[in-house]
């Protein structure tokens, strides 16, 4: 049984007439050049078969491509599982939604984003904290250029997005912890707090500032055993930063697609 006229409409209409990966247009000069490629294969033997399921001609076993993207999907079942497919076609069709539902809301944030990306440089930080736990450069702060923002713009943030304001505060949460160390001391083995700071007991300063704008691990003062000891925190504080900070800008690349860096 073939592919009936309802279920090609519903996949045409909800994925915007554009393949589901690159989002090229598939119609040219009124021809429809897309390609409706299965989920799970039609027979058990095709990329992404599966076994007693086969020839499933519905919506929901059916993701429109363009060609390159078919025979990419294709060639690489692994890579495209039918998991894979599945998040691919549900994340473009969200996206389509949410073009299509834009309002004022959405142009509020997206106002937001522009002018506080004039403040802070989002996509360095990511080069900025793989230098760590060595050194890394006097600019990674985002808590003081964010509070300077939201001084000249109040009305700003929260955003209207509550998925946005979520992503946001994790990063800048992630960025505060490393930030605890960055610019912290140790007295032995313990990470002093500002609070205990004058307490008259001696401490170490964990990074000292360098020439070329950079701070760096104060290896000189402190001992092995100190060393490690960053090295061990700040190396997991890394990873939990790198985290927040891609989840943050693959948010907003996917949502704000007119976002200026």
């Known amino acids: 049984m073939g592919i009936n006229q309802r279920d090609i409409k519903k996949l045409f209409s909800l994925s915007a007439g554009r393949c589901n990966i690159c989002r090229c247009l598939l119609i040219e000069d009124d ?39 078919h025979k990419e999907v294709d060639s ?26 834009n309002t004022s809301d959405y142009f509020e944030d997206l106002s937001s984003l522009n ?18 736990p060595n050194k890394t450069s006097i600019d990674f702060d985002a808590r003081d250029m964010f509070e300077a923002f939201l001084k000249g713009n109040p009305q700003s943030y929260p955003f209207c997005d509550s998925t946005l304001t979520q992503y946001w505060e994790n990063f800048i949460y992630k960025m505060d912890e ?3 160390w960055l610019s912290g001391h140790l007295r032995g083995t313990s990470l002093v707090s500002k609070d205990n700071m004058f307490s008259g ?36 504080l890394v ?12 948010y907003i690349r996917y949502n704000f697609k007119n976002i200026k860096w």
């Open 31 to 69: 021809v429809q050049i897309g390609e409706m490629a299965h989920v799970i294969a039609r027979s058990s033997g095709g990329p992404r078969g599966i076994n007693g399921k086969s020839n499933i001609n519905t919506y929901d076993n059916l993701i429109l491509l363009c060609a390159n993207h």
């Open 178 to 180: 490393l930030d605890v």
């Open 201 to 236: 007991e001696p401490f170490t300063n964990i990074y000292v500032s360098k020439e070329r704008g950079c701070i760096v691990l104060n290896k000189a003062a402190l001992s092995w055993e100190q060393i490690d000891l960053v090295n061990e925190n700040v190396s997991k």
């Open 239 to 250: 990873q939990e930063f790198l985290y927040a900070h891609t989840a943050l800008v693959d």
């Open 76 to 101: 690489k079942p692994i890579d495209y599982s039918v998991e894979k497919l599945l998040k691919i076609k549900k994340d473009h069709e969200e996206y389509v939604k949410k073009s299509l539902d």
């Open 115 to 132: 002018t506080l990306f004039e403040y802070i440089p989002i996509l360095e930080f990511r080069g900025m904290a793989l230098d760590l």
